[in-house]
């Protein structure tokens, strides 16, 4: 399956942005699919996970209450709402997806978009 990530950009503090993931090839909904990120200098993040019909979803303690990962399996694609995004949030931001039925860590994940940059200003 090819990920296409898309919807980065620059956003001030408090704001809003919705990150798309297409997939193509495969349909998401054999995947468990997640979105992490990368800033310079740092490991990847798991940011937000969703299971494969959507009803299990999974935040990291840093974008919990801000962030809503969710699913459109008709339509291929998996979205990351960011709301009230903080500078710490700036970084490369990849989506990816897994065969396994649960996965929060990067190895467990099969296929990776290519990211899209998201940077935050206070």
């Known amino acids: 399956v090819q990920l296409q990530a898309s919807g980065g950009g620059l956003v001030q503090a408090g704001g809003s942005l919705r990150l798309s993931c297409a997939a193509s090839g495969r349909t998401v909904s054999s995947y468990f699919m997640g979105w992490f990120r990368q800033a310079p200098g740092k490991e990847r993040e798991f940011v937000a996970g969703?299971?494969?019909?959507?009803?299990?979803?999974y935040y990291g303690d840093s974008v919990k209450g801000r962030f809503t990962i969710s699913r459109d399996n008709a339509q291929n694609t998996v979205y990351l709402q960011m709301n009230s995004p903080q500078p710490e949030d700036t970084a490369v931001y990849y989506c990816a997806a897994s065969r396994m039925v649960f996965a929060m860590s990067p190895g467990p994940y099969d296929y990776w978009g290519q990211g899209t940059q998201v940077t935050v200003s206070s």
């Open positions: 969703i299971s494969r019909s959507g009803s299990s979803i």
